[in-house]
């Protein structure tokens, strides 16, 4: 073969080599805009989906929440009253805890207290708040936010439920680097203490354990239970 033929035949073969790696491997500019293009449309998904949550959450707090609180106004007994104001408080959680921030250890604290004297001020039951001065105050996350709101305030339910106390005392205190809760009733005799296992109680079980901690259910020192919490305290405390 000729030298012309074999450069010939090498310029051949090096042009069939190219289209072929061309075909395999995709062009650098058409494969970023696909990213780009992927990536805008993820994005407007999202949007489109925040918008259509955050729809709802305002359907559910402005139909459904005043609903509620037409029967929480009408209701005709107390008792009445204050499970509608649960089931309000639960919508609320929902709704609000599913968005934004929802902020430290005492700032959740806070909210549980103001929430727990509302509630309990409507049914002529007493609070009596007991927090440790120099609580460490780190961010809470969304679940741990709503765990500790809802064991608390399936304590003080199951309070109201069974003892028809004259007043509920909440206390709360650190040891080391775990944070103690407990809510005591001041009603009925004090001895042996029996938890069921409906619901609730296996809820407030399950909260605790999401909350690396544990609950426990132990006769009060002046009569009635006392609903112990224990959990770490949350990453950035001092």
Sequence with gaps: ??????????????????????????????????????????????????????????????DIGAKLLNLIYAAEKPAHADLARSVLQDLRDVVTRSRGTPGSLLEVLADIRAESEQRL?????????????????????????????RIVREAVTNALRHARPASIRIRVRRAARTLMLDVTDAGGAAGAVEVGAGR????????????????????GTQGGTKVVLQFPLPEGAA
């Design 1 to 62: 073969m000729s030298t012309a033929a074999l450069v010939l035949a090498a310029l051949v073969l090096g042009a069939l080599v190219g289209f072929a790696l061309s075909r395999r491997m995709p062009r650098g500019p058409d494969a970023a805009a696909q990213a780009q293009t992927a990536e805008r449309h993820r994005l407007e998904r999202a949007q489109a989906a925040a918008e259509e949550r955050e729809r709802i959450y305002n359907d559910l707090h402005d």
């Design 121 to 149: 001020g409507a049914l002529g039951v007493g609070l009596v708040w007991e927090q440790e001065d120099g609580l460490p105050d780190p961010a809470m996350d969304h679940g741990q936010a709503l765990h500790l709101y």
């Design 200 to 219: 609730g109680t296996t809820g407030m079980q399950e909260r605790a354990a999401e909350l690396h901690g544990s609950i426990s259910w132990t006769p």
